[in-house]
């Protein structure tokens, strides 16, 4: 776009990101992209503006270009950025500057003095500009051209230089919220004065349209059948007609876990106005004050639940304890028995027991009961099987809840393609203790004795004996088949549970069963339902389906008019003053980092110190990206990886329309009439979905034909072909083609959706062809993008067919991990240790489809999290050698539950891991290879792969030494009588 504004011209159309780096003084525009990699990295391109040609640099791994002034050498960073907001990092992937130039054989790092990141190269005069941390704070340094005579230029002290760029020999750079111009010539630094006029649009009250986005939790009252909903504040929406009330109005405050108080006229929840989350209780009309119940918070606090009668209030925090609250005295006493781990907890219909479930030490889930009155505890159910759900019947007599105890294999036997294992479907039956000695099954038919059983008790005169004695000998089964139940309720006429189905994308279904003693069978109340909830009084449930919620009687039969009930949610709507709202995310993610990181201690960051610097900048970022830009910053001080910041209300265009792709890399040619095809990527013939569009063999398409046409314009109308195949993804196109010999014609192409997949599959698929051809067959090949559920499916895929050849690599170079570590080593450690031989076919051996051969792992520095979890336990489990390059360095494993109120996430690592020797293992470093080989950038760009083939080499060394040939069967026994 012009300097002085206007309409910008767009020039690339690759369906990947392309960031504009430099110019090369000829005046061509350098930009990344990783569309013409195979394995996704970062490539320099050069565009020429005058004549739309692009031109790909040499090399195979490049980014933050900058280029000296004959334009023939290139500074570039290599690996490129991790994307993890880490500060000091040291690990594999730490940028390092290097240099290429044009006609010399291999590029050259520069920046060996140093493992931390170097990063931003700006050539002048004959010195590299560069940005390091080497001083412990990112400023700006430089170095000859050569790597040598380091100097430091910046001083900041309080906040890392960030981007830079240098013209004329001066350096603009960013350091907290300023821009700073440094002056080479005169070494003279100092803040640039900006004043920008703009109506910061950004920075408007803002109308939340859609709340229900921003829904996490829903609730029903006891009586009048409210529901309340905890968005970025509280509202109570009436069952059925009537007023919608905003119960909280205060900005910037979270409210989270809001439920109704027994008498439906307050609703307890966490409240983080003070600065921490503390019980709050509010008006359900909205008319008056709210009322702090605590003060003393220090930590995350969860899902507080009110006693029947209101005199305590339950509630769980972050370290794993569960507390009992009483509103009246302030009192609070901790239940929870250790820091296993909690799950659902549930009052008695009396107030005086409250029942909770516990993770014992060997990770199975246990129902323990507490005596409020008496401080005394008693195990329901013991640590042999989970146990979950409990709650209490209506009449106090009983406890229901779920358990695993049902053991039915869908796969009965080892003996079968790709070795099956046990599959456990409908591992959940539900039962119920009797709590009295005396107590009879609800469920149990009438006899003789007994002709009738006993109607329940009226709750308000309900008192709960129990007789601990025996308890957990009185455990009776429901007379329901097992399934996969979950969440279940209780009221005087049913049980109510979840039920889910099998397989993928398995529906889940609100279910009934009769509480009687003739033979009771399940009720489908309703299909495809996310969630429900029992109103207190058991009269109502509160139904949830996609983003919509209904409230239907709870009783026995199928809810055939559900959408009756639906909660009108049409009129919904909030405003938000974005300046408080950032204030509150910004200290919600502080506060949710001191709460879910690992180390108590924050490595020894001063947390607090952090909030305070890092706090003032708030009131300087206009945009929700900044915000996310600012936390990343603080969280960043912790020097941890896995600490990404990603989500949230962030501002994005309503016109978005990916490029589809033909499946090949091509050039513009004038000359010839439009693209020429350079390759047509390649992908396994045994799954031809995964085909590029051009390889369709119907279509007799080449290498080096020219392609003219797309749907009738001229490719060379556009300044990328690609521009011709915006949303043309799996739709017939018509496309005009010129051999080489001049000839011309049409055919019609169905171009792929995208061209991400194809190209990895292209670079999988070469890599496995160089290995069966370099390794004489004899050597499987097996690559694994992450660690996923879809990785899995992968590694059955690719390591089955070989896994009796001798020798074998796995292949985690760029694994972006996942939790499958442990079943790939699990199936690598499997033994052969007897062998089957009938009277034809070759010898298989047991246990079934173990390798016996030598196997190596591939890394190199963006194997992560997972894949170098992997990657170490080959190392220590003995199984082989690890070849590559120092890995990522990312070993402290998380969740996703920080999440912020406006679904942004700052992750905190949660897990850390270690070593017998008692060392953290990985974090920060890297997994360290046995054998060390670098890909160099510019012979890898040519096709060579010296990684790979170092692995080979090795393997054919040990195959020489150790064949691991199967043993010959040994002559049959002659049992002939003489």
Same mark, same amino acid.
């Given at each position: 776009?012009?300097?002085?504004?206007?309409?910008?011209? +767009?020039?690339?159309?690759?369906?990947?990101?392309?960031?504009?780096?430099?110019?090369?003084?000829?005046?061509?525009? !350098?930009?990344?992209?990783?569309?013409?990699? *195979?394995?996704?990295?970062?490539?320099?391109?050069?565009?020429?503006?005058?004549?739309?040609?692009?031109?790909?640099?040499?090399?195979?791994?490049?980014?933050?270009?900058?280029?000296?002034?004959?334009?023939?050498?290139?500074?570039?960073?290599?690996?490129?950025?991790?994307?993890?907001?880490?500060?000091?990092?040291?690990?594999?992937?730490?940028?390092?500057?290097?240099?290429?130039?044009?006609?010399?054989?291999?590029? &050259?790092?520069?920046? *060996?003095?140093?493992?931390?990141?170097?990063?931003?190269?700006?050539?002048?005069?004959?010195?590299? $500009?560069?940005?390091?941390?080497?001083?412990?704070?990112?400023?700006?340094?430089?170095?000859?051209?050569?790597?040598?005579?380091?100097?430091?230029?910046?001083?900041?002290?309080?906040?890392?230089?960030?981007?830079?760029?240098?013209?004329?020999?001066?350096?603009?750079?960013?350091?907290?919220?300023?821009?700073?111009?440094?002056?080479?010539?005169?070494?003279?630094?100092?803040?640039?004065?900006?004043?920008?006029?703009?109506?910061?649009?950004?920075?408007?009250?803002?109308?939340?349209?859609?709340?229900?986005?921003?829904?996490?939790?829903?609730?029903?009252?006891?009586?009048?059948?409210?529901?309340?909903?905890?968005?970025?504040?509280?509202?109570?929406?009436?069952?059925?007609?009537?007023?919608?009330?905003?119960?909280?109005?205060?900005?910037?405050?979270?409210?989270?876990?809001?439920?109704?108080?027994?008498?439906?006229?307050?609703?307890?929840?966490?409240?983080?106005?003070?600065?921490?989350?503390?019980?709050?209780?509010?008006?359900?009309?909205?008319?008056?004050?709210?009322?702090?119940?605590?003060?003393?918070?220090?930590?995350?606090?969860?899902?507080?639940?009110?006693?029947?009668?209101?005199?305590?209030?339950?509630?769980?925090?972050?370290?794993?304890?569960?507390?009992?609250?009483?509103?009246?005295?302030?009192?609070?006493?901790?239940?929870?028995?250790?820091?296993?781990?909690?799950?659902?907890?549930?009052?008695?219909?009396?107030?005086?027991?409250?029942?909770?479930?516990?993770?014992?030490?060997?990770?199975?889930?246990?129902?323990?009961?507490?005596?409020?009155?008496?401080?005394?505890?008693?195990?329901?159910?013991?640590?042999?099987?989970?146990?979950?759900?409990?709650?209490?019947?209506?009449?106090?007599?009983?406890?229901?809840?779920?358990?695993?105890?049902?053991?039915?294999?869908?796969?009965?036997?080892?003996?079968?393609?790709?070795?099956?294992?046990?599959?456990?479907?409908?591992?959940?039956?539900?039962?119920?203790?009797?709590?009295?000695?005396?107590?009879?099954?609800?469920?149990?038919?009438?006899?003789?004795?007994?002709?009738?059983?006993?109607?329940?008790?009226?709750?308000?005169?309900?008192?709960?004996?129990?007789?601990?004695?025996?308890?957990?000998?009185? &455990?009776?089964?429901?007379?329901?088949?097992?399934?996969?139940?979950?969440?279940?309720?209780?009221?005087?006429?049913?049980?109510?549970?979840?039920?889910?189905?099998?397989?993928?994308?398995?529906?889940?279904?609100?279910?009934?069963?009769?509480?009687?003693?003739?033979?009771?069978?399940?009720?489908?109340? *309703?299909?495809?339902?996310?969630?429900?909830?029992?109103?207190?009084?058991?009269?109502?449930?509160?139904?949830?389906?996609?983003?919509?919620?209904?409230?239907?009687?709870?009783?026995?039969?199928?809810?055939?008019?559900?959408?009756?009930?639906?909660?009108?949610?049409?009129?919904?709507?909030?405003?938000?003053?974005?300046?408080?709202?950032?204030?509150?995310?910004?200290?919600?993610?502080?506060?949710?980092?001191?709460? $879910?990181?690992?180390?108590?201690?924050?490595?020894?960051?001063?947390?607090?110190?952090?909030?305070?610097?890092?706090?003032?900048?708030?009131? +300087?970022?206009?945009?929700?990206?900044?915000?996310?830009?600012?936390?990343?910053?603080?969280?960043?001080?912790?020097?941890?990886?896995?600490?990404?910041?990603?989500?949230?209300?962030?501002?994005?265009?309503?016109?978005? &329309?990916?490029?589809?792709?033909?499946?090949?890399?091509?050039?513009?040619?004038?000359?010839?009439?439009?693209?020429?095809?350079?390759?047509?990527?390649?992908?396994?013939?045994?799954?031809?979905?995964?085909?590029?569009?051009?390889?369709?063999?119907?279509?007799?398409?080449?290498?080096?034909?020219?392609?003219?046409?797309?749907?009738?314009?001229?490719?060379?109308? !556009?300044?990328?072909?690609?521009?011709?195949?915006?949303?043309?993804?799996?739709?017939?196109?018509?496309?005009?083609?010129?051999?080489?010999?001049?000839?011309?014609?049409?055919?019609?192409?169905?171009?792929?959706?995208?061209?991400?997949?194809?190209?990895?599959?292209?670079?999988?698929?070469?890599?496995?062809?160089?290995?069966?051809?370099?390794?004489?067959?004899?050597?499987?090949?097996?690559?694994?993008?992450?660690?996923?559920?879809?990785?899995?499916?992968?590694?059955?895929?690719?390591?089955?067919?070989?896994?009796?050849?001798?020798?074998?690599?796995?292949?985690?170079?760029?694994?972006?991990?996942?939790?499958?570590?442990?079943?790939?080593?699990?199936?690598?450690?499997?033994?052969?240790?007897?062998?089957?031989?009938?009277?034809?076919?070759?010898?298989?051996?047991?246990?079934?489809?173990?390798? +016996?051969?030598?196997?190596?792992?591939?890394?190199?520095?963006?194997?992560?999290?997972?894949?170098?979890?992997?990657?170490?336990?080959?190392? +220590?489990?003995?199984?082989?050698?690890?070849?590559?390059?120092?890995?990522?360095?990312?070993?402290?494993?998380?969740?996703?539950?920080?999440?912020?109120?406006?679904?942004?996430?700052?992750?905190?690592?949660?897990?850390?891991?270690?070593?017998?020797?008692?060392?953290?293992?990985?974090?920060?470093?890297?997994?360290?290879?046995?054998?060390?080989?670098?890909?160099?950038?510019?012979?890898?760009?040519?096709?060579?792969?010296?990684?790979?083939?170092?692995?080979?080499?090795?393997?054919?060394?040990?195959?020489?030494?150790?064949?691991?040939?199967?043993?010959?069967?040994?002559?049959?026994?002659?049992?002939?009588?003489?």
């Amino acid at each position: 776009m012009p300097v002085n504004g206007g309409l910008p011209s +767009r020039w690339t159309f690759e369906g990947e990101s392309s960031i504009a780096t430099t110019w090369t003084p000829q005046g061509e525009l !350098v930009y990344t992209t990783s569309h013409y990699s *195979t394995l996704p990295q970062l490539q320099l391109v050069k565009l020429n503006l005058k004549s739309s040609v692009k031109t790909r640099v040499p090399l195979e791994q490049a980014s933050e270009a900058a280029y000296d002034a004959s334009g023939k050498t290139v500074f570039f960073v290599r690996p490129s950025y991790h994307r993890n907001v880490t500060k000091r990092y040291k690990g594999g992937t730490a940028r390092q500057i290097w240099k290429y130039t044009d006609g010399t054989p291999e590029a &050259i790092k520069l920046t *060996t003095d140093y493992p931390g990141e170097s990063h931003h190269p700006m050539w002048w005069n004959g010195r590299v $500009y560069f940005i390091t941390d080497r001083d412990s704070i990112m400023n700006v340094w430089s170095m000859t051209d050569d790597g040598k005579d380091l100097k430091q230029h910046s001083k900041q002290t309080v906040f890392d230089v960030r981007y830079a760029s240098q013209a004329n020999g001066k350096i603009v750079y960013q350091s907290g919220a300023d821009l700073w111009l440094y002056d080479i010539a005169s070494g003279k630094d100092q803040v640039i004065p900006i004043s920008l006029s703009s109506d910061l649009d950004q920075l408007r009250e803002r109308w939340v349209k859609n709340p229900q986005e921003y829904i996490t939790s829903v609730h029903i009252n006891r009586g009048e059948f409210r529901c309340d909903h905890s968005t970025r504040t509280n509202f109570v929406a009436p069952a059925k007609g009537g007023r919608f009330v905003q119960a909280s109005r205060k900005e910037g405050v979270r409210y989270r876990d809001t439920y109704f108080m027994p008498d439906g006229k307050e609703v307890v929840t966490l409240s983080d106005e003070s600065g921490e989350f503390e019980l709050v209780k509010i008006p359900v009309s909205g008319v008056g004050a709210q009322t702090q119940l605590t003060k003393d918070g220090k930590i995350l606090r969860f899902n507080p639940i009110a006693s029947p009668d209101g005199k305590w209030i339950a509630y769980e925090d972050l370290s794993n304890d569960l507390w009992l609250f009483n509103p009246e005295t302030k009192a609070q006493k901790k239940i929870s028995t250790n820091k296993e781990g909690l799950s659902t907890y549930s009052w008695s219909p009396d107030s005086k027991w409250i029942s909770f479930v516990q993770y014992a030490a060997n990770s199975f889930q246990q129902i323990h009961l507490y005596d409020v009155v008496k401080g005394s505890y008693i195990a329901l159910t013991t640590d042999r099987a989970n146990s979950s759900s409990p709650v209490w019947s209506p009449d106090g007599e009983s406890i229901y809840f779920i358990s695993d105890r049902n053991f039915q294999s869908l796969v009965g036997s080892p003996w079968g393609s790709r070795q099956p294992e046990p599959y456990f479907d409908r591992q959940e039956k539900i039962y119920h203790i009797s709590l009295r000695k005396s107590g009879r099954s609800p469920f149990k038919p009438a006899d003789e004795l007994t002709p009738e059983n006993a109607k329940p008790k009226e709750n308000s005169n309900v008192v709960v004996t129990i007789d601990a004695a025996g308890i957990q000998q009185r &455990i009776k089964e429901v007379p329901l088949p097992p399934g996969n139940y979950f969440n279940l309720s209780v009221n005087d006429k049913a049980l109510y549970f979840m039920s889910s189905e099998t397989g993928l994308n398995a529906k889940r279904h609100l279910m009934a069963l009769p509480i009687a003693n003739q033979e009771p069978k399940p009720v489908t109340l *309703t299909e495809d339902v996310r969630n429900y909830e029992l109103s207190g009084n058991g009269k109502k449930l509160l139904i949830s389906k996609g983003r919509d919620y209904y409230v239907a009687e709870a009783g026995t039969s199928a809810l055939s008019k559900l959408n009756d009930g639906k909660i009108d949610l049409s009129g919904w709507t909030f405003s938000l003053d974005p300046k408080e709202d950032w204030k509150q995310l910004f200290t919600d993610a502080w506060r949710m980092e001191r709460d $879910y990181f690992y180390d108590a201690a924050m490595h020894g960051v001063d947390w607090n110190g952090m909030y305070k610097r890092y706090l003032p900048l708030v009131d +300087r970022i206009t945009t929700r990206s900044e915000l996310s830009d600012l936390i990343g910053q603080f969280v960043g001080e912790l020097e941890a990886l896995h600490t990404s910041v990603r989500g949230g209300d962030l501002r994005e265009g309503n016109d978005k &329309i990916d490029p589809a792709s033909l499946g090949a890399r091509m050039t513009r040619v004038e000359d010839k009439g439009g693209y020429r095809i350079d390759y047509i990527y390649k992908t396994d013939p045994d799954y031809p979905n995964q085909m590029s569009a051009l390889a369709d063999p119907d279509l007799e398409i080449s290498v080096g034909d020219i392609i003219t046409h797309i749907n009738g314009e001229t490719t060379l109308s !556009v300044p990328d072909i690609n521009a011709l195949l915006r949303n043309q993804g799996d739709k017939q196109v018509r496309v005009g083609i010129t051999s080489p010999s001049g000839a011309k014609r049409e055919v019609i192409v169905v171009p792929n959706k995208g061209e991400n997949n194809l190209r990895y599959s292209d670079w999988e698929y070469t890599r496995r062809l160089e290995t069966d051809r370099l390794g004489e067959n004899k050597i499987g090949y097996v690559h694994l993008r992450a660690m996923g559920s879809s990785d899995i499916s992968q590694w059955y895929r690719e390591f089955y067919p070989v896994f009796d050849r001798p020798g074998l690599i796995i292949d985690v170079r760029s694994n972006r991990g996942g939790n499958i570590e442990s079943f790939i080593l699990e199936k690598l450690m499997r033994k052969a240790w007897f062998y089957f031989k009938g009277r034809s076919g070759e010898p298989t051996w047991n246990m079934q489809y173990a390798f +016996r051969g030598h196997m190596v792992v591939l890394v190199n520095e963006n194997t992560a999290s997972d894949g170098e979890a992997f990657a170490e336990g080959f190392k +220590r489990l003995g199984m082989g050698k690890v070849i590559g390059t120092r890995t990522w360095g990312g070993e402290i494993w998380l969740g996703s539950q920080n999440t912020l109120s406006d679904g942004g996430l700052a992750r905190a690592p949660m897990t850390g891991v270690y070593g017998p020797e008692r060392t953290w293992l990985i974090e920060g470093w890297g997994v360290v290879p046995d054998i060390e080989v670098d890909n160099l950038p510019h012979e890898t760009f040519l096709g060579k792969d010296k990684q790979l083939e170092a692995a080979i080499k090795h393997l054919q060394d040990l195959l020489k030494a150790d064949p691991r040939s199967v043993p010959a069967p040994p002559p049959y026994p002659n049992k002939a009588k003489n």
